[in-house]
């Protein structure tokens, strides 16, 4: 069974740079079964799809997002990371890290493994 753990800081100051690591089990970021995405939901908003990496280390972003947005991987910790630099209040959600098996899912499906998601506040 594959598990998945947020963790990162809860409050980021603006213009600072969030970081979110997701920790994993039960699976390698090399499966190939997988993408391993963020997607975040801003309060009273929608899911949004942030960024997916795969097995191979190519990595997609939401165009809305792309010029603030890296996920790298380290495979030795089963872990990967975003990074989303110059955050403004707007940025403020509960973000969720995903194995999903279709690119830019916003819901799990069947065969799809979710984070309990982690709250992170944008504010000075």
């Known amino acids: 069974q594959l598990q998945l753990q947020e963790s990162g800081p809860g409050l980021v100051k603006p213009s600072q740079t969030l970081s979110l690591t997701c920790t994993f089990s039960?699976?390698?970021?090399?499966?190939?079964?997988?993408?391993w995405s963020w997607i975040r939901q801003p309060p009273g908003k929608d899911m949004e799809w942030m960024g997916a990496?795969?097995?191979?280390?190519?990595?997609w972003y939401s165009p809305s997002l792309k010029s603030r947005t890296s996920i790298s991987r380290d495979t030795s910790k089963n872990q990967f990371t975003l990074f989303l630099s110059s955050v403004t209040p707007e940025d403020t959600a509960v973000y969720y890290c995903?194995?999903?098996?279709?690119?830019?899912?916003?819901?799990?499906?069947?065969?799809?493994?979710w984070g309990q998601g982690t709250q992170v506040t944008v504010s000075s």
């Open positions: 039960g699976a390698t970021s090399t499966s190939q079964n997988y993408f």
């Open positions: 990496i795969n097995y191979s280390g190519s990595a």
């Open positions: 995903a194995a999903v098996t279709m690119l830019m899912s916003t819901a799990p499906r069947d065969g799809d493994y």
